[in-house]
Each structure stands twice: as C-alpha cells, then as structure tokens.
Nanobody
Framework: QVQLVESGGGSVQAGGSLRLSCAAS??????MAWFRQAPGQEREGVAA????????YYNDAVEGRFFISQNNARNTVYLQMTSLKPEDTAMYYC??????????????????WGQGTQVTVSS
C-alpha cells in the first residue's frame, strides 16, 4: 500500500512562488513525480525524481522555473515553483512508480497517485 498526500497549493499572482509537498508512506518506489492537469486538458508530467540517485527530469515548459527535491528521509518530495505564470494554473498531483527511462513524465507509468492540490496563478 502506498499513500501520497499533497499540500501547499494556493493562489498566487504571476511571478510569484509556491512550494508543494508530497508526503509518502508505505512501499517505496524508485521514482516520485509531479503532474498537473488543467480543466479540459490532459494530465502532463511536470518533474520526476529518482529517489536513490537524486537525478531530476523536467518538462520543457517548467525547466529553470520549477525544482523537484526530497527530504533526507526520502519520504517527502517537494516541488518548488518560481516565476509562476497563469498557464501554470492546474491541479497538481504527485505520483510514484517505476517508469521506463524514456517515459518518466508519462502518467500511465505511475500506478500510485495523491488526491491533488490546486494551484491558481492570476495575471
């Protein structure tokens, strides 16, 4: 059993920052990732982290603005979001699993998901 609980969402003006947290319990998997889904759009991968090697992977749309990290206990993953834009508005989800290397930001690669936290960026 895996439980993922996100927190830290909210409303912010464009250019602002937010930090999302995802607390994980239960069985440990190699990757933790953040996804987002805006109304009427498909869920897209934002960032992924290999929890043992700390290697990170990002969607081009957020590269250089968003940063994924974990705590020393490897049971909480963060998404630091900076220079937020209105198009970053979405429900953000964390997920865990063992994706194939070429599909680290594909949602179908992750079997376990949190309930999501809303991020709203106003212009």
């Amino acid at each position: 059993q895996v439980q993922l609980v996100e927190s830290g969402g909210g409303s912010v003006q464009a250019g602002g920052s937010l930090r999302l947290s995802c607390a994980a319990s239960g069985r440990h998997y190699a990757y933790m990732a953040w996804f987002r889904q805006a109304p009427g759009q498909e869920r897209e991968g934002v960032a992924a982290l290999h929890t043992e090697y700390d290697t990170t992977y990002y969607n081009d749309a957020v590269e250089g603005r968003f940063f994924i990290s974990q705590n020393n206990a490897r049971n909480t993953v963060y998404l630091q979001m900076t220079s937020l834009k209105p198009e970053d508005t979405a429900m953000y989800y964390c997920a865990t699993g063992v994706p194939v290397a070429s599909r680290r930001l594909r949602s179908e690669q992750y079997p376990y998901w949190g309930q999501g936290t809303q991020v709203t960026v106003s212009s």
